[in-house]
């Protein structure tokens, strides 16, 4: 009875393990959410054993239906997780003796807990970043239905946060889908760097047993085996990629979180966000607060610190396997969790807005926007070179400046007074949705490929060319 209550190591030890570095040492807490992929990959593992004649079949049988047995104890929350086992693969295997007895030692042939974890580690974080992906494609189609209905609200665009020129506030939004798209092919790419399976490579030395990697790594959706035993183990850089891709599109996501409060704020007034993705305050009655949006904007830190810690961990690893490696899921869990709930609360935060379209025009009069334009019509129709135009228009906009003016509202006399061969027709390059309509032609390329996959074929049909 003693012996069944050591650890599959503890044969070897003459004392127990102190509670202390028994708190430190287990995984178990955070390791548990690894149990369907564990259990996935010993069940392969078990019939690789079982084709190359390893481990007879019945041995194999008993094996299979042991591990689906504990599946379906966690999945109805009747199994009972110990820290003395330290991780998940040893509370599985421990119950699994207690199911079918010692055939359950069969199953740890020809692997060890080196390989095991990082098959399973894989296996979750392609998981994982296609449910990353699944909700980033969410947020693109809510950015997308916003957008179609937003294509003629003009609004200034920014730059240095001063009014620049004035857009359509549909290809603004449509520039943050431009960020998301790329985001995605950071995490498809991930998941093609991942696609090799280490199960196979032992503790580091590979095995002497006659296995298949082969079938196991087709059985396990990789798209083959691993090269190299030693690297294989100490390999986390799929962490690290699965980090800074969440690190990176948590910035995207916190861009987002910024603009939407400072649209949303007193000051600027362009936007108005739903009552319910709003807070109030405990001694200010009228406040009404984007804190969702803050929130998200400031959970990024966490992101960029579980990378952080990631880096730190491994810069001064020798190789092969060391258990300095055990902190890398919490960080990944973490990195994970917190990225997903910012996706699905920025989309919620997207479809709980609405432009405010009076306060955008009329915000996109102020700066004097349409100076630009004026410069080009200077170009296009009396042949001047762009920076003797654009002096031209720097004068006008002073002039207006020291009258207290915007430029629509200058007289075609006092436009004349900087060039006089002007023709009245120039009028309409200061109105900024003459400028908009007439003018401003805006070429990018938004929605491709999503146009189809989304069924939004033809939608940005006002001044834009879809590339």
């Given at each position: 009875?003693?012996?069944k209550?050591k650890?599959?190591?503890?044969?070897?030890?003459?004392?127990?393990?102190?509670?202390?570095?028994?708190n430190?040492?287990?995984?178990?807490?955070?390791?548990k959410?690894?149990?369907?992929?564990?259990?996935?990959?010993?069940?392969?593992h078990?019939?690789?054993?079982?084709k190359?004649?390893i481990?007879?079949?019945?041995?194999?049988?008993?094996?299979?239906?042991?591990?689906?047995?504990?599946?379906?104890?966690?999945?109805?929350?009747?199994?009972?997780?110990?820290?003395?086992?330290?991780?998940?693969?040893?509370?599985?295997?421990?119950?699994?003796?207690?199911?079918?007895?010692?055939?359950?030692?069969?199953l740890?042939?020809?692997?060890?807990?080196?390989?095991?974890?990082?098959?399973?580690?894989?296996?979750?974080?392609?998981?994982?970043?296609l449910?990353?992906?699944?909700?980033?494609?969410?947020l693109?189609?809510?950015?997308?239905?916003?957008?179609e209905?937003?294509?003629?609200?003009?609004m200034?665009g920014?730059?240095?946060?001063?009014?620049?020129?004035?857009?359509?506030?549909?290809?603004?939004?449509?520039?943050?889908?431009?960020?998301?798209?790329?985001?995605?092919?950071?995490?498809?790419?991930?998941?093609?760097?991942?696609?090799?399976?280490?199960?196979?490579?032992?503790?580091?030395?590979?095995?002497?047993?006659?296995?298949?990697?082969?079938?196991?790594?087709?059985?396990?959706?990789?798209?083959?085996?691993?090269s190299?035993?030693?690297?294989?183990?100490?390999?986390?850089d799929?962490?690290?990629?699965?980090?800074?891709?969440?690190?990176?599109?948590?910035?995207?996501?916190?861009?987002?979180?910024?603009?939407?409060?400072?649209?949303n704020?007193?000051i600027?007034?362009?936007?108005?966000?739903?009552?319910?993705?709003?807070?109030?305050?405990?001694?200010?009655?009228?406040?009404?607060?984007?804190?969702?949006?803050?929130l998200?904007?400031?959970r990024?830190?966490?992101?960029?610190?579980?990378?952080?810690?990631?880096?730190?961990t491994?810069?001064?690893?020798?190789l092969?396997y060391?258990?300095d490696?055990?902190?890398?899921?919490?960080?990944?869990f973490?990195?994970?969790?917190?990225?997903?709930?910012?996706?699905i609360?920025?989309?919620?935060?997207?479809?709980?807005?609405?432009?405010?379209?009076?306060?955008?025009?009329?915000?996109?009069?102020?700066?004097?926007?349409?100076?630009?334009?004026?410069?080009?019509?200077?170009?296009?129709?009396?042949?001047?070179?762009?920076?003797?135009?654009?002096?031209i228009?720097?004068?006008?906009?002073?002039?207006?400046?020291?009258?207290?003016?915007?430029?629509?509202?200058?007289?075609?006399?006092?436009?004349?007074?900087?060039?006089?061969?002007?023709?009245?027709?120039?009028?309409?390059?200061?109105?900024?949705?003459?400028?908009?309509?007439?003018?401003?032609?805006?070429?990018?390329c938004?929605?491709?490929?999503?146009?189809?996959?989304?069924?939004?074929v033809?939608?940005f049909?006002?001044?834009f060319i879809?590339?």
């Open positions: 009875m003693k012996n209550n650890t599959v190591w503890g044969h070897r030890f003459n004392n127990q393990t102190s509670k202390i570095f028994e430190i040492g287990s995984s178990i807490d955070v390791d959410r690894l149990f369907e992929e564990d259990i996935f990959a010993s069940i392969i078990t019939q690789m054993l079982v190359q004649k481990i007879d079949k019945k041995k194999g049988s008993k094996i299979i239906g042991g591990l689906k047995k504990i599946r379906t104890e966690i999945r109805r929350n009747k199994f009972k997780f110990k820290k003395k086992y330290e991780d998940i693969h040893l509370n599985i295997e421990k119950r699994l003796f207690e199911i079918i007895g010692e055939n359950a030692g069969y740890h042939i020809a692997r060890s807990r080196n390989d095991q974890v990082i098959t399973d580690f894989k296996l979750w974080t392609k998981k994982a970043s449910e990353i992906i699944s909700k980033i494609n969410d693109i189609k809510s950015i997308l239905k916003k957008s209905s937003n294509i003629n609200t003009i200034p920014f730059t240095h946060l001063k009014n620049a020129q004035p857009i359509s506030f549909a290809h603004y939004l449509l520039a943050y889908i431009e960020m998301f798209k790329r985001d995605k092919k950071r995490f498809y790419s991930n998941i093609d760097y991942i696609n090799e399976c280490p199960l196979g490579v032992g503790a580091l030395a590979g095995t002497s047993y006659k296995i298949d990697r082969k079938f196991t790594s087709k059985k396990l959706g990789f798209k083959k085996p691993t190299n035993s030693i690297d294989t183990v100490s390999d986390r799929f962490a690290l990629d699965f980090l800074s891709s969440a690190s990176i599109c948590a910035v995207h996501i916190s861009r987002l979180a910024e603009e939407l409060i400072i649209w704020s007193d600027f007034k362009l936007i108005k966000i739903n009552d319910k993705m709003l807070t109030g305050s405990s001694i200010m009655p009228q406040k009404k607060n984007p804190d969702p949006a803050e998200i904007r400031g990024t830190g966490k992101n960029f610190g579980s990378l952080q810690a990631m880096l730190t491994l810069k001064g690893l020798p092969s060391y258990k490696m055990q902190e890398d899921k919490s960080l990944v973490n990195s994970y969790d917190i990225l997903l709930e910012s996706i609360i920025a989309n919620e935060l997207i479809k709980n807005l609405s432009a405010n379209k009076k306060r955008m025009i009329t915000l996109s009069s102020e700066g004097y926007t349409t100076a630009t334009d004026f410069a080009d019509y200077l170009v296009q129709n009396k042949n001047l070179s762009f920076r003797d135009a654009y002096k228009s720097a004068k006008l906009v002073n002039y207006a400046e020291k009258k207290k003016k915007k430029l629509n509202e200058l007289s075609f006399n006092e436009v004349k007074r900087i060039r006089n061969d002007l023709k009245k027709d120039v009028m309409k390059i200061f109105d900024v949705i003459n400028a908009f309509s007439t003018v401003g032609i805006f070429t990018f938004p929605i491709s490929p999503f146009s189809i996959q989304f069924n939004l033809g939608v049909i006002f001044n879809i590339c």
